[in-house]
């Protein structure tokens, strides 16, 4: 089968950092992205990494290793609206639809 | 900006009834998309269209269909909506075959009683 695991929930302060993890398995594999969704509002895409590494965009990063079938995201000077859900989704092969995770719930608290 | 637009936000409907969730993309993308998201299930694909007249299976499709005879529009059919497809409906469009951005609209929260 195919799937993507992550933790269903994690709580942090503000001012810290948080990493979601993302472990895989699907049939192929092209790239994984991450996507960050508020309470009543749409998905909206964070990033996507086809390389191995690292990818910062401002405060938030994400990581991927092919070798080990793992991504994480990582979430740094957290503030209160970083507060959402959020999803890594793993894209097969190309030209194909992506795979979602069943989301991670990130509460920042003050 | 990329705007993906569904023609409804919520909808209420019978066991039965026929319904269409319409979705439209003003970016020209090839690739659309329709998810369903319920609580601790995360986003499920139900099918996706690659182009024009041409559709793709997703893990999740029946009793569900979808028509894209438009580039800009895509449209989930529900030939006789039952309780168990009350749920979040997600459209998403996509610009590139090889990249995991896809842009989503608002949703459509369906309930069926």
């Known amino acids: 089968g195919q799937s993507l695991e992550q933790p269903s929930e994690v709580t942090a302060v503000e001012g810290a950092i948080v990493q979601i993890n993302c472990t895989y398995q699907?049939?192929?594999?092209?790239?994984l992205s991450w996507y960050q969704q508020h309470d009543g509002g749409a998905p909206t895409f964070l990033s996507y990494?086809?390389?191995?590494g690292l990818e910062e965009t401002g405060r938030f990063s994400s990581f991927l290793s092919r070798s080990d079938s793992y991504g994480y995201l990582l979430l740094q000077e957290l503030q209160m609206k970083d507060s959402a859900s959020y999803f890594c989704?793993?894209?097969?092969?190309?030209?194909?639809?992506?795979?979602f995770g069943k989301g991670t719930t990130l509460s920042v608290s003050s | 900006d990329v705007k993906v637009t569904q023609s409804s936000r919520y909808l209420v409907k019978r066991t039965g009834e026929k319904v269409f969730l319409e979705c439209v993309q003003d970016?020209?993308?090839?690739?659309m998309f329709w998810y369903r998201q319920d609580p601790g299930l995360g986003l499920r694909l139900i099918y996706f269209s690659y182009d024009v007249k041409m559709k793709e299976k997703g893990d999740i499709p029946e009793g569900y269909s979808v028509s894209r005879e438009k580039k800009e529009r895509f449209s989930l059919i529900l030939e006789s909506a039952s309780t168990n497809q009350t749920s979040m409906y997600l459209c998403?469009?996509?610009?590139?075959?090889?990249?995991?951005?896809?842009?989503f609209g608002e949703g459509s929260r369906l309930t069926v009683l």
């Open positions: 989704a793993a894209l097969q092969q190309a030209g194909t639809a992506l795979i």
């Open positions: 699907t049939s192929g594999f092209y790239g």
């Open positions: 998403a469009s996509r610009n590139r075959v090889n990249t995991g951005e896809l842009f």
């Open positions: 970016m020209d993308h090839e690739n």
């Open positions: 990494n086809a390389l191995d």
